[in-house]
């Protein structure tokens, strides 16, 4: 069977993880699929059982790559597009889970709608905690769900969609190159930012078929890079944003930068001073009816 989506799963060291992740994956209707595990510096022995333990029909549409060292998210990103040839693709982070039916409903939708560079599912986020030897989901909700649809103008601000829930052509990395393997995080986001760039996107549906799992408080293998790389994805957001206003001052010049600069302070520091105002106003307020009422008390105390 010729796969129709290729699957890349990053993995170091969290077997259960990945355990799960491979029955989110083979649990999907859609069997037209490739999986390529990457195993970025952990124990290359404990990945081939995993997968040596699936069924037959499973085992022969996944396989490893391996890597000695630690080479970072975005290097065995690109290492796992390389190894795969499907037309769509989709990154399955290992601690995160789909809707059995997300690849066939994505791929249907892709079918469907030949002008999009691929489609992004509503996502849900599941808070969970370590209970003795299971993970239990304690709470769940949304992401981002006033946007109606996810757009460049809100994603320039933050990432609006995470890996788990963005399925999309192979021919997007040809347009506009893989994912950029110089940032240790928020790779995802550069490269969602070029494919809005590029052009519009869609939910796949109101309800979300991604399932973005996070755990507060775990650290060390059981982190989430969000949480426990939170220095990093500001220290990187903030040299993505200049490197790309360093592009616009070399063809366009600092004019309209500088311009907007002060035309923004002003307006905070106008902003700023009417609440200041109205607060004092208030106080005042507040203070005429103190003193009002002081007065009314001690008339009737008479």
């Known amino acids: 069977m010729t796969p129709r989506v290729a699957v890349v799963v990053r993995t170091k060291d969290r077997p259960d993880f990945l355990r799960r992740a491979l029955r989110s994956i083979t649990g999907q209707t859609l069997t037209a699929w490739e999986a390529v595990i990457v195993n970025d510096g952990g124990d290359p022995a404990v990945v081939d059982a995993l997968i040596a333990a699936l069924p037959d029909e499973h085992r022969a549409r996944v396989r490893a790559v391996h890597s000695e060292t630690s080479r970072g998210r975005w290097v065995s990103a690109n290492a796992g597009v390389l190894a795969t040839s499907a037309p769509l693709l989709v990154l399955h982070d290992d601690d995160d889970t789909w809707h059995p039916e997300f690849l066939e409903r994505a791929s249907a939708y892709l079918d469907a709608h030949p002008e999009r560079g691929g489609v992004v599912s509503r996502i849900e986020i599941v808070w969970e905690e370590q209970q003795g030897d299971r993970l ?27 890996p788990i829930g ?17 940032l240790p995080v928020v790779g995802d986001w550069d490269f969602n930012l070029r494919v809005l760039a590029r052009g519009p996107l869609e939910y796949l549906a109101d309800e979300p078929y991604a399932y973005w799992h996070q755990r507060t408080g775990a650290d060390g293998a059981a982190g989430n890079s969000v949480i426990e790389s939170r220095g990093d994805h500001e220290k990187h957001d903030a040299l993505i944003r200049d490197e790309a206003l360093r592009a616009y001052v070399d063809e366009h010049g600092l004019g309209l930068v500088l311009y907007l600069t002060k035309f923004i302070d002003r307006r905070f520091v106008e902003v700023e001073n009417g609440i200041r105002d109205e607060v004092r106003r208030e106080v005042g307020r507040l203070n005429v009816l103190q003193r009002g009422y002081d007065k009314v008390r001690r008339r009737l105390a008479r």
């Open 166 to 182: 963005f399925v999309y052509r192979r021919s997007l990395h040809e347009e506009l190159g893989l994912y950029d393997d110089r």
């Open 136 to 162: 239990v989901a304690v709470r769940r909700e949304v992401f981002q769900p006033q946007l109606a649809v996810p757009t460049l103008a809100d994603t320039l601000l933050f990432n609006r969609y995470v």
